[in-house]
Nanobody, 115 residues
Framework: VQLVESGGGLVQPGGSLRLSCTAS????????MNWYRQAPGKERESVAT????????NYAESVKGRFTISRDNAKNTVYLQMNGLKPEDTAVYYC?????????WGQGTQVTVSS
């Protein structure tokens, strides 16, 4: 299983970014996909979860109404559209999938929100 994130960067408050995570090594369409983040000095937290077919989502309260998770099963890719970014969204963002009893993580992509 391999997960590769991209799309992070430096953005001003109120700006937008779209993160991508391309997966390989498993049947992507069979599994829910997740985005997590970890800010400096804090524990990793769940940001958004998306069901296998993309019909069901779950978001952390702190990002509801600003972030949107989506997937393209034909491209084995999950996205996180982030709008209205705030300094407190600064973190390393990770893609995650649970296959069987095992959790798999990407290498992470840094998102920095600062003026």
């Amino acid at each position: 299983v391999q997960l590769v994130e991209s799309g992070g960067g430096l953005v001003q408050p109120g700006g937008s970014l779209r993160l991508s995570c391309t997966a390989s090594g498993f049947t992507f369409s069979w599994y829910p996909m997740n985005w997590y983040r970890q800010a400096p000095g804090k524990e990793r937290e769940s940001v958004a979860t998306l069901s296998r077919a993309g019909g069901s989502t779950n978001y952390a309260e702190s990002v509801k109404g600003r972030f949107t998770i989506s997937r393209d099963n034909a491209k084995n890719t999950v996205y996180l559209q982030m709008n209205g970014l705030k300094p407190e969204d600064t973190a390393v963002y990770y893609c995650n999938v649970r296959v069987g009893w095992d959790d798999y993580w990407g290498q992470g992509t840094q998102v920095t929100v600062s003026s």
